[in-house]
């Protein structure tokens, strides 16, 4: 099981990365097209860890309680939070993208809380899920 879940994280990391690559195309219509692509990227890697804290999180016992279900959790209510907080977090950067200060404060931001999710991720497969009742 670990093995398929570091497949896909750097399969989901590689992804990233071609999004940040440089573009092909000389002729870009948008001369930050590589600060566009990174924050882009950023992105990505902010969904896939949480994605991947979620995976790893997953019928265990959820130690925040805004996160746990009823039964003390990670489930469909954490999951659905995670995914109401994410939305939070890319609505004002879809708003202001294109101002390119604040687009790489975002990318930065981004990065940063990719890597405390991905931290978390790499904590939790050291947690053994519960027994079944």
Known sequence: MRSVIAKAAAALLISGCALTAPAQNAFSAEPDSSGKRLWIGSMVAVFAASG???GTSWGKFESNPLLA???GRFGAKGLSIKLGIGA???APQLLFHKHKQVRTEFTITNLATAGVFTGVAVHNLGIAPPKNP
């Open 52 to 54: 991947f804290d979620a």
């Open 69 to 71: 279900s009823p039964n």
């Open 88 to 90: 939070a977090l890319v």
